[in-house]
């Protein structure tokens, strides 16, 4: 199994990221997918989820109206669309999986 996920980067607040995650080593249309966050000295938090074929979908609170998760299923990929980013959304993102992680990649909002 592996996940690896790209996109990150510095931003400024009120800027836009888009994440990637490349799935391989499973059936990954069978799977919900999600991705966590983690920010220095706390612990990690789901971000969002989406089901195998994209129907149910579901973001913590604080994401809501900002981020939205997507899947393409042709190409094993998972995406995480952020806009209005803020400074307390940086942190290191996770991409998930029921067989594991990906190894993160590092969101920074800053100005």
């Known amino acids: 199994v592996q996940l690896v996920e790209s996109g990150g980067g510095l931003v400024q607040p009120g800027g836009s990221l888009k994440l990637a995650c490349a799935a391989s080593?499973?059936?990954?249309?069978?799977?919900?997918m999600s991705w966590y966050r983690q920010a220095p000295g706390k612990e990690r938090e789901l971000v969002a989820i989406?089901?195998?074929?994209?129907?149910?979908?579901n973001y913590a609170d604080s994401v809501k109206g900002r981020f939205t998760i997507s899947r393409d299923n042709a190409k094993n990929m998972v995406y995480l669309q952020m806009n209005s980013l803020k400074p307390e959304d940086t942190a290191v993102y996770y991409c998930?999986?029921?067989?594991?992680w990906g190894q993160g990649t590092q969101v920074t909002v800053s100005s």
């Open positions: 998930n999986a029921p067989q594991g």
């Open positions: 080593g499973f059936t990954f249309s069978r799977y919900a």
């Open positions: 989406i089901g195998s074929v994209g129907v149910i979908i």
